[in-house]
C-alpha cells in the first residue's frame, strides 16, 4: 500500500493575513473568505479536514487593514468589515458586514445567527423520500454571506504522523484521526452576490471536482433484480437491437451470495463472493460487457464486515490477526488501518476479475468507533482514494457525506419513490447542490420504488435524465417496476428511446462542460440566480436550470392538462434571444428582468432552450467508433449552431487516460466560432446578415482524436440559405439539406484534417426564421380535447388578429345560426387552451 493516492493539501494559512492571540486567530483567506478560529488551550488546528484541504492557493496576500478601536479589533477589506472583541465569540462581540448588497437588510451577520436567507446545498439521501427534504446549508445567500462550521471535522495526516494509529502500523501513508484540540472553526464567505466566485473559493478551499472518466457520463443500467448472467447479457443485446446505448452496467446486490448465506452468520446483506449460480463464470461475464463497451459496477453494502463463508476470508482473517480455523468474522471496522488494508485486498482480487468501480451503499447510520467520524464520509474518502492507484481513473459511486463530497463523485441519492412529487423536486434539488460544489448527482431516472404506474410520468423522467448531470435508469426488484422503453405503450416507448439516444449523442458537450467544472469550478448543472443575482426573477423558478454554457432546461414535472393534452413548465428566459432546442422555434427576451412564460409542450416535446450564438457539439450515434456503446472521441461530429448573436465554443477531449487532475498535456481543444456580422450594401445602405463559423485546427494533444474528422454543421432557426465552406481556404463543395420543420440548414463535410481550418459561409446572406405563429396555434387547437365549433371559431380570430385574438378567446361566443343554440351549451374554451394558444403568438 505505499503507493495509496492522497489528497494534495495545502492546509496552512499565509501568515501575512493571519491575526491572532491566545486564545483566537482570524486567517483573511481571501478578501471575501474568512476563518475564525476560538480555542480555549490556544492550540490551533493546521492540519487538513474532512472538509477543508487547501486554506493557501496563492501567493498572493489579500488587501485588508486591522486596528484596534475602543477595545475592538476591526478588520476591513475591500468586500468585508469585521469588529471583534477578542473575547469567546459571542453574538454582541463578533460581527462581520458584507458591503455592497443593497437589497438585503440582512447583510450584517453577528456570530450565531441564522441563515435565513441561505440558498442551501444538498442533502445525504432521497431514500424514501416522496417530495421535498429538507437541504443542508450552502455557501452563498441572498443575504449575501454564509457560514460553515467546521469545528467538528476529523483532521487527515500524512506523513510520520500517520505512520501508526493507535499502535496500529498503517500501510497507507495518511489517515484521518480526531482533532487534537476541541473549539470553534468557522468559515465565514461574505461574496455579496457574487455567487460564482464563491463556488469557485468553496472548491480551492476543499478541493478541485475531478474530471470524469467519459463513459460516466452515459447512459447507466441498474436495476435491483435477481439477474442471470445470461439474462443480463441478453438484455444488452436487446438494447443493442433496439438502439439503445449504454455505457456503464451497474449489477446490484444479487451479484454476491445472498439467500445462500447461512442464517448463523446473518443476513445476505452483505458479501464478497460472486453467486456462481447466477454468474457462473464473473470474469467472463464482466469480460463480455467490456466488449460491448460497457463498464461494470458491484454494488457493497459493507456493514457486517468479512465472514468465514466469503472467498478471501482466510487472507482477510490472517492479515488482521485471527485463526482462520475459528471461523471468527472479521468485524467492520474503518478506524483500524489493518481491516482496511485487508478489505481492499479483498476488492482488489474482485477488480482483478474485471470490475471498473464500487457502488457504495452504506444506509447503516453515522457512527464509528472514532468520534465524529461519519462511516459514509470515510468510506468515500478511502475508496475513491484506492480506487486511482497505479495510475488508474478514480471514481466512486456512493451518497453524500457533507462538504467537501464533491472530491469523491459520483453521488447516488438513494431509493427514489416513483411519484410526481419525487420528479418535481428533483430539479430543484439537483440544481440546488450546486450551491455546496456538489454537481454530479445521479438520480434513480424513473424512480425506485413504492408510488405507481404512471407511464406519462416515466416519459417525462427519462426527459429530465437525458439533462441531468448522471443518467441513471434504476427501479426496484418488483416485477411491475422495469424500466426497459420496450414495457411502455408505444409513445411512452419511443419518448424514452430519443431520451436515451440524445444522451449519448451529448457526449460532446458533456465532455466539454465536465472539464469545465474540472478545471474552472463551474458545475454542469447551474441554478438560474446564479448569473443572474440580481433578478428576482432568477430565484421563481427553482426547477429550471442552466445546462452547461449553451442550454437552459425547463423539465416538465406535472401531468398534462386533459384539455390541451400538454404539459407545461413555467420558463424564465435572461434578457436576449433564445432558440427552443428542438425545433428551432424563436423566444425574443426583450427586457433587462428577462421573460416569464408557460412553455406547453406535448409528450414528446421538453422545453430546452439554446442560447443565440449557442453551439452544441454531438455525436450521431450511426457513425460512432466500434460499438453503439462507444465512449471514444467520435469521428463524426454534428453541431447544432444557433443563429442571432456572435458564439465561441471550445471542445474538449482526451486521450481517456487518468486525468485525476486535469493536465493540459492530456487536453485537445478545438475552438469553434460564430460571427453573425452585419453587412451594409454600399449602394442601397441596406444591411444584411453574413455569418461565419470557424472550425479551427486542434490545438493540444493532436494523438488524443481522430486525424480526419468528418463534420456536420446544422444551422438552427434560420431560413433557407446558400452556403458555401472552404478547407484551409480552398472551397470545397458542398450540399445542404433543410428542414423547413426545425428550420435547420445543415451540410457535411467528410476527411477534414483535424490541422486544418474549416470554414462556412453563407455569402449571401442568412436570416432567422420566421416562427410559424399560425401554425402552431392550429396545432394546439387541432389537439386540445375541446369541442369543434370553439377550434374554428378560435382559429379564425387567430387568423384575422394574431396576437390581439388572446382577450376574444376569452369571451368566445358559442352560437350558429344554422342550429338551436342549445345543442352546443357544452362549447367551451378551457383556459389551459388559451394558456398553450398564448406561447406561439407571444414568442416575439
Not at 449489477?251 to 439467500?259: A, N, Q, S, Y
Not at 362549447?827 to 416575439?844: D, G, K, N, S, T
Request: with cysteine; glycine share 8%; aromatic share 12%.
Amino acid at each position: 500500500m505505499n503507493s495509496f493516492p492522497r489528497l494534495s493539501t495545502n492546509p496552512k494559512m499565509n501568515p501575512e493575513s493571519t491575526i491572532q492571540a491566545d486564545h483566537w486567530r482570524i486567517g483573511i483567506l481571501t478578501e471575501s473568505l474568512i476563518r475564525l478560529e476560538w480555542q480555549d488551550d490556544g492550540h490551533f488546528e493546521d492540519h487538513a479536514t474532512q472538509m477543508v484541504i487547501n486554506r493557501r492557493w496563492t501567493d498572493t496576500t489579500p488587501r485588508f487593514t486591522q486596528t484596534i478601536r475602543d477595545g475592538l479589533l476591526v478588520i476591513e477589506t475591500p468586500a468585508l468589515r469585521l469588529t471583534y472583541d477578542m473575547q469567546p465569540f459571542s453574538k454582541e462581540g463578533l460581527s462581520i458586514v458584507v458591503k455592497g448588497i443593497s437589497n438585503s437588510q440582512m447583510n450584517t451577520w453577528h456570530y450565531g445567527d441564522d441563515q435565513h436567507g441561505n440558498l442551501h446545498g444538498t442533502a445525504r439521501t432521497l431514500d424514501a423520500v416522496n417530495g421535498p427534504t429538507a437541504l443542508d446549508l450552502g455557501v452563498i445567500s441572498r443575504d449575501g454571506w454564509a457560514v460553515l462550521d467546521d469545528s467538528a471535522s476529523n483532521i487527515i495526516t500524512e506523513g510520520s504522523e500517520a505512520e501508526t494509529v493507535d499502535g496500529e502500523a498503517n500501510p497507507f501513508g495518511t489517515w484521518v484521526v480526531s482533532r487534537h484540540y476541541n473549539g470553534t472553526d468557522l468559515y465565514f464567505f461574505g461574496y455579496g452576490h457574487r455567487y460564482i466566485e464563491a463556488i469557485q473559493d468553496f472548491y480551492r478551499l476543499t478541493g478541485p471536482v475531478p474530471l470524469l472518466p467519459r463513459f460516466a457520463l452515459g447512459n447507466w443500467w441498474s436495476r435491483y433484480h435477481r439477474y442471470t448472467e445470461q439474462e443480463y447479457l441478453e438484455l444488452i443485446n436487446r438494447f443493442e437491437q433496439e438502439g439503445l446505448p449504454f455505457t456503464t452496467a451497474v449489477i446490484d446486490m444479487d451479484w454476491h451470495l445472498v439467500d445462500e448465506v447461512d442464517p448463523k452468520y446473518g443476513s445476505g446483506w452483505t458479501g464478497y463472493t460472486w453467486n456462481r449460480s447466477l454468474f457462473p463464470d464473473p470474469e467472463r461475464f464482466q469480460r463480455t460487457l467490456h466488449e460491448h463497451g460497457l463498464k461494470t459496477t458491484l454494488n457493497v453494502h459493507p456493514r457486517d464486515g468479512i465472514r468465514s463463508f466469503e472467498e478471501g476470508y482466510e487472507e482477510a482473517a490472517r492479515h488482521t490477526g485471527l485463526d482462520p480455523a475459528q471461523g471468527e468474522p472479521v468485524e467492520f471496522d474503518l478506524t483500524s488501518p489493518r481491516f482496511m488494508n485487508a478489505y481492499f485486498q479483498l476488492h482488489h482480487r474482485l477488480e482483478n476479475m474485471g470490475t471498473d468501480f464500487w457502488w457504495i451503499d452504506w444506509q447503516q447510520g453515522g457512527v464509528t468507533r472514532q468520534k465524529g467520524l461519519d462511516p459514509l464520509w470515510m468510506l468515500n474518502h478511502l475508496h475513491y482514494l484506492d480506487s486511482g492507484r497505479d495510475a488508474r481513473w478514480p471514481l466512486t459511486f456512493s451518497r453524500y457525506a457533507g462538504p467537501g463530497s464533491h472530491r469523491y463523485p459520483v453521488g447516488f441519492s438513494g431509493d427514489t419513490v416513483v411519484t410526481w412529487e419525487s420528479l418535481q423536486f428533483q430539479p430543484y434539488f439537483t440544481a440546488t447542490a450546486s450551491n455546496i460544489g456538489y454537481g454530479w448527482w445521479s438520480h434513480d431516472i424513473g424512480g425506485h420504488m413504492f408510488g405507481y404506474r404512471d407511464e406519462e410520468l416515466e416519459a417525462r423522467w427519462y426527459q429530465l435524465g437525458t439533462f441531468s448531470p448522471i443518467n441513471r435508469l434504476h427501479s426496484t426488484n418488483s416485477p411491475f417496476n422495469g424500466k426497459e422503453p420496450w414495457n411502455f405503450r408505444t409513445e411512452v416507448e419511443a419518448v424514452m428511446v430519443e431520451s436515451l439516444r440524445l444522451r449519448h449523442m451529448l457526449l460532446p458537450y458533456l465532455y466539454t462542460m465536465n472539464w469545465r467544472a474540472a478545471a474552472e469550478g463551474r458545475p454542469l448543472v447551474e441554478p438560474m440566480y446564479w448569473q443572474a443575482p440580481e433578478i428576482p426573477q432568477a430565484y421563481e423558478v427553482g426547477q429550471e436550470f442552466r445546462f452547461g454554457t449553451e442550454l437552459i432546461v425547463a423539465p416538465i414535472v406535472t401531468p398534462a392538462d386533459r384539455d390541451v393534452q400538454m404539459a407545461k413548465a413555467n420558463v424564465w428566459l435572461p434578457q436576449g434571444t433564445w432558440f427552443d432546442f428542438f425545433t428551432g422555434r424563436r423566444y425574443e427576451s426583450l427586457t433587462a428582468s428577462g421573460r416569464r412564460f408557460e412553455a406547453w409542450r406535448p409528450l414528446d416535446g421538453m422545453p430546452v432552450f439554446a442560447k443565440a450564438g449557442g453551439i452544441i457539439p454531438l455525436q450521431p450515434l450511426d457513425e460512432l467508433n466500434g460499438t453503439l456503446n462507444s465512449v471514444q472521441n467520435p469521428a463524426h461530429i454534428e453541431l447544432l449552431v444557433f443563429p442571432g448573436a456572435d458564439g465561441t465554443f471550445d471542445l474538449k477531449e482526451d486521450d481517456g487516460t487518468n486525468q485525476a487532475k486535469p493536465e493540459e498535456a492530456a487536453l485537445a481543444s478545438t475552438s469553434m466560432t460564430l460571427e453573425w456580422n452585419d453587412v451594409i450594401h454600399e449602394e442601397t445602405g441596406s444591411s444584411h446578415v453574413v455569418p461565419r463559423f470557424t472550425i479551427n485546427p486542434i490545438a493540444g494533444n493532436c494523438q488524443a482524436v481522430p486525424q480526419c474528422r468528418t463534420w456536420t454543421i446544422t444551422f438552427r432557426g434560420v431560413s433557407d440559405s446558400t452556403l458555401k465552406a472552404s478547407v484551409d481556404g480552398i472551397p470545397v463543395q458542398v450540399r445542404t439539406i433543410y428542414d423547413s420543420d426545425t428550420f435547420s440548414l445543415s451540410l457535411r463535410i467528410a476527411n477534414v484534417p483535424i490541422s486544418a481550418m474549416l470554414t462556412i459561409s453563407a455569402p449571401g446572406g442568412m436570416s432567422l426564421a420566421e416562427n410559424p405563429v399560425i401554425e402552431d396555434a392550429f396545432q394546439v387547437l387541432y389537439r386540445a380535447q375541446i369541442d369543434y365549433l370553439a377550434k374554428e371559431q378560435a382559429y379564425a380570430l387567430i387568423r384575422d388578429h394574431g396576437v390581439k385574438a388572446l382577450n376574444a378567446l376569452h369571451t368566445l361566443e358559442r352560437t350558429n345560426d344554422d342550429y338551436p343554440r342549445h345543442d352546443f351549451d357544452n362549447a367551451h374554451m378551457p383556459e389551459a387552451v388559451i394558456q398553450a394558444i398564448a406561447e406561439p403568438l407571444l414568442r416575439e
